[in-house]
């Protein structure tokens, strides 16, 4: 019983960690640059239907917080003529 923890990695183990970090960035970057680069015309051919679906979404996530909500202004209401 030291009482240092045996869960912290000695610094050759976070190297290690990092190096491999390293190694997935590079290889998705150099992913992402061969597949935008070879599917160019399927990517902008997508695009305007990636336009239409993006009304919808933007509609859902952006204005489901307007408005008053019934329950809401109820239990409000319940709460102030309780007192």
């Not at 912290?8 to 150099?30: K, L, S, T, Y």
């Not at 070879?38 to 307007?66: K, N, Q, S, T, V």
């Amino acid at each position: 019983m030291s009482g240092e923890p045996e869960s912290q990695p000695n610094g050759d183990q976070e190297r290690g960690h990092r190096g491999v970090v390293w190694v997935w960035w590079a290889f998705a970057a150099i992913a992402a640059f061969y597949l935008f680069t070879e599917h160019r015309a399927h990517l902008f051919g997508i695009l305007p239907y990636l336009l239409f679906l993006a009304c919808p979404l933007m509609h859902f996530f952006m204005h489901r917080h307007h408005g008053h909500h019934p329950q809401d202004s109820q239990r409000s209401k319940r709460g102030n003529h309780e007192h």
